[in-house]
T-cell receptor, first 111, second 111 residues
Framework: DAKTTQPNSMESNEEEPVHLPCNHS???????IHWYRQLPSQGPEYVIH???SNVNNRMASLAIAEDRKSSTLILHRATLRDAAVYYC????????????FGAGTTVTVRA | EPEVTQTPSHQVTQMGQEVILRCVPI?????FYWYRQILGQKVEFLVS????????KSEIFDDQFSVERPDGSNFTLKIRSTKLEDSAMYFC?????????FGPGTRLTVL
């Protein structure tokens, strides 16, 4: 599996944006960039994914560098409920491929 | 909104005993997965299942583990003879295409 690198932790204030970086310099042309998060004592939860273009959904935005070697997950207005571990995962475009979780970035949101 | 459910939420067993962890995937999904997370560690892939057979398994998924879809709705993980090191959270997931949806997990404690 192609490897991703994320900071161990980030802190944010409530109502402020959070930018979570992910480096994936060995990404191949067919790898999708997926983000999942895991709230405390819960199972992982899908956040967003993309291939080349920036993506937006109700939870977050995903900004993908032009060379695709890095990406940034953007939480536009952090809430206390966004405190979680965020995982950046590369995955082939298929419905039958495992997710390979790393350590992720632990996001702390201050009230 | 449809969700993946898992039972029991917590299972305590004696070393050497058999356990069966149960999952009800989202109804129109065709791809099913088991992951585990030992306390304080990352989420690890165990097995994926499609069309009534295992499509991929990890090194963790040895002969002590088996999966089954006994009817049209349940997906089970069986551990034949539990070891202390099997103590972990076990997450079931299902997908129809790119996005995997995870259940809340079963905490397995082996004494």
């Amino acid at each position: 599996d192609a490897k991703t690198t994320q900071p161990n932790s980030m802190e944010s204030n409530e109502e402020e944006p959070v930018h979570l970086p992910c480096n994936h310099s060995t990404i191949s042309g067919t790898d999708y960039i997926h983000w999942y998060r895991q709230l405390p004592s819960q199972g992982p939860e899908y956040v967003i994914h993309g291939l080349t273009s920036n993506v937006n959904n109700r939870m977050a935005s995903l900004a993908i560098a032009e060379d695709r070697k890095s990406s940034t997950l953007i939480l536009h207005r952090a809430t206390l409920r966004d405190a979680a571990v965020y995982y950046c995962i590369l995955r082939l475009s298929s419905n039958d491929y495992k997710l390979s979780f790393g350590a992720g970035t632990t996001v702390t949101v201050r009230a | 909104e449809p969700e993946v459910t898992q039972t029991p939420s917590h299972q305590v067993t004696q070393m050497g005993q058999e356990v069966i962890l149960r999952c009800v995937p989202i109804s129109n999904h065709l791809y099913f997965y088991w992951y585990r997370q030992i306390l304080g560690q990352k989420v690890e892939f165990l097995v994926s299942f499609y069309n009534n057979e295992i499509s991929e398994k990890s090194e963790i998924f040895d002969d002590q583990f088996s999966v089954e879809r006994p009817d049209g709705s349940n997906f089970t993980l069986k551990i034949r003879s539990t070891k202390l090191e099997d103590s972990a959270m076990y997450f079931c997931a299902s997908s129809s295409w790119d996005t995997q949806y995870f259940g809340p997990g079963t905490r397995l404690t082996v004494l």
